[in-house]
C-alpha cells in the first residue's frame, strides 16, 4: 500500500516508540550468541526446533523465556508455536537451574522399592520441591518418570549419569560429592 | 603369558551400581601386579542383580564374578581369578547360569557377548549377514520374509509388522522414511535401551533392512533424552557404519542408499505414541494425530513412513539370516518369536529374560525372579507399563501371549513386568495411574485431559469412604469413558491399572475395610 511511501514517515522530525521490542533483547550476550548458534548450525534440519532448544538447554542450562522471539523470528515460526513446544515437553525449563540437575524417578517400579520414601528425603535433606534449586545453588530437584533402570531401583541421574539402587546414605554422599567438586572447581568452600 | 582378556560392562545399569569404577580398579590392579590384560567394555548379560559383573575369558570359557565392587577387585586377584579361579563372587562359566543358560536369546544373542561399539566384533558373531541377505532380494521378498516370521510389533500394539512395510512399500512417494520408536517410557522397561547400548548396530541393521524392504531412504530414531548413554553409544555406532559403507549412498554396494539421524525427545510421555512421535519430529508440540490417515500412508512430512518399536526393529537381522521359519518356529498361538522380558521392581534376581512366548508369570517371577528383593510375598504385578493391568496371583499362570493377557483384561506392552510386595497400597497405585495420566495427557481429546483429573479426585472421595459405593460407580463409568471415548491408548488404556486395581484388590479401596486389614 501506499502509506509506506508516505511522505509523512520521515522518522528525523518525530519520535517513534516502537512497539515491536527488539528480540531477545533481555538475554546475556552469551545466551543470545548460544541462540544464534544454535539456529545458525541447525535451522536447516527438517523438524528443526526441538534439536535448537536442546542444544540452547545444553549450552546455557535452560531456555531463556526472551529467546522464544528470537528462535520464531531465525525459523520463521510464530512466537506462540515456539512457546507451545517449549511449554508442552517436561524437559525444557525456563528457569536457570543450579550447577546440578538430579531428576529423581517417580514411577511404579522405584515406588516398588521405596521411590516414595525416597523423594520424601530428597526434598527434606535439600530443603526444595520439585523443580525447585537449593538455597546454595547446587542442586536443582526434577522429577522423572522412567530412567530405564527399573531392576535397580530407586534410580536417580545427577547430571548426565545414571545411579542405581539409592538409599537415603548414598544419596546424601552422591549430593555431598557433587558440592565438593564444585569447591574443588571454584575454589570457594566445600 | 598372553593377556587375559577382562570383560565389564558398559551398560547403563551397570555404570549405575559402580562398574566404571570396578573398571578402573581392575586396570590399576592388574598395572600395580605386573599382569598384562585386555580390558573390554561389553554390554551387560542381562543378569543385572549381578551387576557389575565381571567376566575372565579362560580356555573354559568365560567365568563370571559377581557383584564386583571396586573394593573387591584386589581380592579377586589375590585369589587368581585372571584364571578364572574360585572365590566367594564366582558364579563359575556365564553361559551355564540358569538364569541366562535357559533363555532364547535371538534379538539379544550379542548383547554382553561383544562390545557394543565394535564393528568387527559385531561382523564376526553373524552381525549384518540379514543387511547382505536383503541386498539381494526385491523389496516385496524381504517384506514377505518379516510376515512369514509373525513378528508383531513390540512397543505393545502387537500390530504386525510385514503388513505395515507392506502398506509403505505399496505407497506412492519419491520420499518414504523409516522411524524408530526409541521413546521407551514405560516404567519396568529397558530392552531398547539395552540394544541401543549393547548392541547398536543390530538396530542400524535392522532399519536400513527396513528401508530397503519399502524404498525409504532416510531414517530417523527417537531417543528419549533420559537415555543420554543411548545417544552417544548411538552417534558412536551410526559414525562407524558410515566410514565402513553400512550406511549412507551405497549400502553394502547394492546402490542403494539409507540415512540416519539420532534425534532427541524432551521428556513427553506420550511421544511414544506414534502419531505423537511423529509431530515431536517434525518439530511441534506432541499431540496425537487421528488416523486415519495411516503413518504408513501419510506420516513424517506427510509421507509414508513405517514406524516401529526398537526391539521390532532389531529382530528384522535375524530372520533375514536365519529365515522367517527359523523365528516363527519360537512362540504359541498368534505370538510368534521371542520377548526380551523385563524383571523389574521388588523382585530379587531383577534383569532381563528374552524367552518365547508362552513362558508363565509364575516361572518368571520365581524361578528367574527369585521372588520379591524384601522376602515378602509378591502381591501384586503390573506387566506392560502405566498403562498395563495390575494383577494377583490367582492370574500368576497366564502364559506370556498377547491374545491370553487380552482375555484377563491386561496387555503384555512392552515386556516390562514390575513386582510389588504385600505392602503396597493399590488404592495408591490406581490413582497414582490417573494422576500420571492427567500429567502426560497432551490435551487433545477431553477424555483423557479432564477425565484423568476427575479420576484423581473420585479416587480419592472412594478412599475417604465419602459416599463408597456412588464413587465407585461413578469411577467405573469414568473409566468406561476414557477407554471409548480416548483418541489414543493414554486415555484409553488408563482404566487397565485403575479397574483392575479396584477388581481385584478393592479391600485397599474401602476405608473399612482399610481399617479392618490394619487392626
Known sequence: MSSA???????ASRRVISIKPERGASLTPQERSAVLAACDRLKALPGALLPILHALQDAVGYVPPDAVPLIARELNLSIAEVHGVVSFYHFFRTSKPGRHVLQLCRAEACQSV???????????????????????????LEPVYCLGNCALGPAIMLDDRLHGRINAERFDALIAAARRRDGATTGGPA | MSAVTIFVP???????????????????????????????????????????????????????????????????????????????LAWGPTAEIPYFKNQERLTFARVGVTDPLDLDAYRAHAGFRGLETAVGLEPAAIVAAVTTSGLRGRGGAAFPAGIKWNTVLRAPGAQKYVVCNADEGDSGTFSDRMIMEGDPFVLIEGMTIAGLATGATQGFIYLRCEYPHAKRALDAAIGAAYARGFLGENIL???????????????????????????????????????????????????????????????????????????????????????????????????????????????????????????????AVQVGGPLGAYLPESRFDTPLDYEAFTAIKGMLGHGGIVAFDDTVDMAAQARYAMEFCALESCGKCTPCRIGSRRGVEVIDRLVAGNDASKQEAL???????????????????????????????????????????AQ
Request: hydrophobic share 40%.
Open chain 2, 10 to 88: 558398559r551398560d547403563s545399569a551397570a555404570l549405575s551400581v559402580g562398574a566404571e569404577e570396578t573398571a578402573t580398579a581392575i586396570s590399576a590392579e592388574a598395572a600395580r601386579r605386573n599382569i598384562e590384560i585386555r580390558l573390554v567394555r561389553n554390554g551387560s548379560r542381562g543378569m543385572l542383580w549381578l551387576e557389575p559383573l565381571v567376566e575372565v575369558q579362560t580356555p573354559a570359557g568365560r567365568i563370571a564374578y559377581g557383584p564386583v565392587a571396586a573394593h573387591r577387585v584386589p581380592d579377586l586377584f589375590d585369589a587368581g581369578f585372571t584364571s578364572g579361579a574360585n572365590h566367594a
Open chain 1, 114 to 140: 521405596g521411590g516414595a520414601a525416597l523423594e520424601a528425603h530428597a526434598k527434606h535433606s535439600l530443603a526444595v520441591e520439585f523443580h525447585g534449586t537449593t538455597a546454595d545453588g547446587a542442586v536443582t
Open chain 2, 475 to 517: 469411577l467405573r463409568d469414568l473409566c468406561e469413558t476414557m477407554t471409548v471415548g480416548s483418541l489414543c491408548a493414554l486415555g484409553g488404556l488408563t482404566a487397565y491399572p485403575v479397574l483392575s486395581a479396584l477388581e481385584h484388590f478393592s479391600e485397599d479401596f474401602h476405608s473399612t475395610l482399610r481399617a479392618a486389614g
Open chain 2, 253 to 379: 554396494g547394492g546402490g542403494r542408499r539409507f540415512d540416519l539421524d539420532v534425534r532427541l525427545g524432551a521428556g513427553a510421555y506420550i511421544c511414544g505414541e506414534e502419531t505423537s512421535l511423529l509431530e515431536s519430529l517434525e518439530g511441534k508440540r506432541g499431540q496425537v494425530r487421528f488416523k486415519p490417515p495411516l503413518p504408513a500412508l501419510e506420516g513424517l512430512f506427510g509421507k509414508p513412513t513405517v514406524i516401529n518399536n526398537v526391539i521390532t526393529l532389531a529382530t528384522v537381522p535375524i530372520i533375514l539370516e536365519r529365515g522367517a521359519e527359523y523365528y516363527r518356529d519360537f512362540g504359541m498361538g498368534r505370538s510368534r518369536g521371542t520377548l526380551p522380558i523385563q524383571l523389574t521392581g521388588n523382585i530379587k534376581h531383577g534383569g532381563l529374560v528374552e524367552r518365547a512366548f508362552g513362558v508363565s508369570l509364575r516361572e518368571l517371577l520365581y524361578d528367574y525372579g527369585g521372588g520379591s528383593a524384601s522376602g515378602r510375598p509378591i502381591r
Open chain 1, 5 to 11: 511511501s508516505s511522505p509523512n514517515n520521515s522518522t
